[in-house]
């Protein structure tokens, strides 16, 4: 049977395309390669960080979900979180790739680009060009550059005995997306529910917070996919502690407990929460500077990421969202 990228998978496309284009990437003042949260190179005495996230009408969002405003503030958040996710570095240039139906009103795309405006105003981003093109869906693909203004964090230098460290909640943006594809946009949601799925339309990046923890952090990366998945990326081993896992208390709520709750945080997409481990020595500094982190594991020398709840082992099932 011919493979194909569902099939195949995400991740093992990432890893091929990585492996063959290995020998170009050298060379050239590249200081991270294809596999992090942004690409990141040096020139003229400073470190670029790039990164391009894209969003998919029926596929990342349908059009009945979320106002044109809030889906261009979306497709900007999600790239500051990637440049966020880098540690210490300004988001400065960005070029919005727009593929949309001929029969969209231009209103509509108007409004889209007052919502890219809002986020360029409140990051001072230059919107600096771009590509309109005319396609069956709503395709948004944002490049977005930023500009290293201290230490690079990568997902690769967690430490064992290193603590894993989060921001805010999890889980709401998954609960959100779900009650969306149960009973659609129009639905009388109570207030819960609504503020859950403003989480999935309203993210907002943690560049502030990424500036602070980036004096601290030996890795770090934000959760696109799930808690687990992000852990995943930055240790091979980790011990996660359920109760420590920081969830809201709309979720609590609408999700019906803890247990329901906590597969929201672990398995749900789209938290764009910053995951990142610290040196247990430095990790009660950083909570001092920043007390919405929590810290909910640590990094260890085995081979899995096993998490427990009331002391004992959960079943590991993969369960993050797969994009194929
Ligand atoms: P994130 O969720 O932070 O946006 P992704 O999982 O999308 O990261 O991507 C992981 C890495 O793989 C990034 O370095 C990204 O630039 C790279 N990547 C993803 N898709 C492709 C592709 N089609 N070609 C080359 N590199 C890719
Ligand atoms: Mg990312």
Request: charged residues 25%; aromatic residues 10%; proline residues 2%.
């Amino acid at each position: 049977m011919e493979k194909t990228l569902k099939t195949a998978g995400e991740f093992a496309l990432i890893e091929k395309i990585k492996k063959d284009f290995a020998r170009l990437q050298t060379g050239q003042n590249v200081s991270v390669g294809i596999g992090d949260d942004c690409f990141c190179f040096k020139t003229g005495g400073q470190t670029l960080c790039v990164t391009k996230d894209m969003l998919i009408e029926d596929v990342h969002f349908k059009k009945e979900w979320i106002s044109p405003q809030d889906l261009g503030k979306k497709a900007m958040e999600v790239n500051v979180s990637d440049i966020a996710s880098m540690g210490n570095v300004k988001p400065e240039y960005v070029f919005i790739g727009l593929g949309a139906p001929a029969d969209t009103p231009l209103k509509y795309v108007e409004r889209f680009y007052e919502g890219i405006k809002s986020v360029c105003l409140k990051y001072s981003v230059l919107l600096s060009g771009g590509d309109t093109v005319k396609s069956d869906k709503i395709v948004i693909s944002v490049t977005l550059i930023g500009k290293a203004c201290g230490k690079i964090i990568t997902r690769n230098g967690a430490k064992n005995g290193d603590l894993i460290g989060v921001t805010n909640t999890f889980g709401d943006a998954g609960a959100g997306v779900e009650l969306l594809y149960k009973h659609g946009a129009k639905y009388k949601y109570l207030k819960e529910e609504k503020y859950l799925i403003s989480k999935q339309n309203k993210p907002e990046a943690r560049l502030l917070q990424a500036r602070i923890i980036s004096e601290f952090a030996t890795s770090m990366t934000d959760a696109s996919d799930g808690l687990f998945i992000s852990v995943s990326l930055l240790a091979k081993g980790a011990d996660l502690f359920c109760e420590k896992i920081p969830v809201s208390k709309e979720l609590l709520k609408v999700a019906g407990g803890r247990q329901k709750s906590l597969e929201y945080a672990l398995f749900g997409s789209e938290d764009y929460e910053l995951v990142f481990t610290v040196p247990q020595k430095r990790a009660a500094k950083l909570k001092k500077l920043l007390p919405e982190i929590s810290y909910i594991g640590c990094v260890n020398s085995s081979k899995k990421v096993r998490y427990f709840y009331d002391g004992k082992e959960q079943k590991t099932v993969y369960r993050g969202y797969k994009h194929f």
